[in-house]
């Protein structure tokens, strides 16, 4: 099993940046694909972004591409969100959580170890 662990988040100004973290035990990190998901209050989990357990495949929500980049370091069992060009309605928890298998996927119901999310509030 794969307890993921999510840190980095925190209170930011609109147009500022943040870079969570997701690290994981389990020995083989990089068969898993990894996706990064928010909910906002009084709305649904969302999916932001995923990657592939060999991080050539990456995917975005269309509200966060080309503000979000997502990245991974399989050798430190770590994957990131670099999120850049905050906006208020970014606000939210974010969650990662990795699917048990290598192939990237956006649909929230194909993974199965979630973190306990981290909260990211942007500020105006």
């Known amino acids: 099993q794969v307890q993921p662990v999510e840190s980095g988040g925190r209170l930011v100004q609109v147009g500022g940046s943040l870079r969570l973290s997701c690290t994981a035990s389990g020995r083989a990190f990089s068969s898993y694909a990894m996706g990064w998901f928010r909910q906002a209050p009084g709305k649904e989990r969302e999916f932001v972004s995923t990657?592939?357990?060999?991080?050539?495949?990456?995917y975005y929500s269309d509200s966060v591409r080309s503000r979000f980049t997502v990245s991974r370091d399989n050798n430190k069992n770590t994957v990131y969100l670099q999120m850049n060009s905050l906006k208020s309605e970014d606000t939210a928890v974010y969650y990662c959580?990795?699917?048990?298998?290598?192939?990237?996927?956006?649909?929230?119901?194909?993974?199965?170890?979630w973190g306990q999310g981290t909260q990211v509030t942007v500020s105006s």
């Open positions: 959580a990795f699917r048990r298998r290598p192939d990237a996927s956006s649909e929230l119901s194909d993974y199965v170890d």
């Open positions: 990657i592939s357990g060999s991080a050539i495949t990456a």
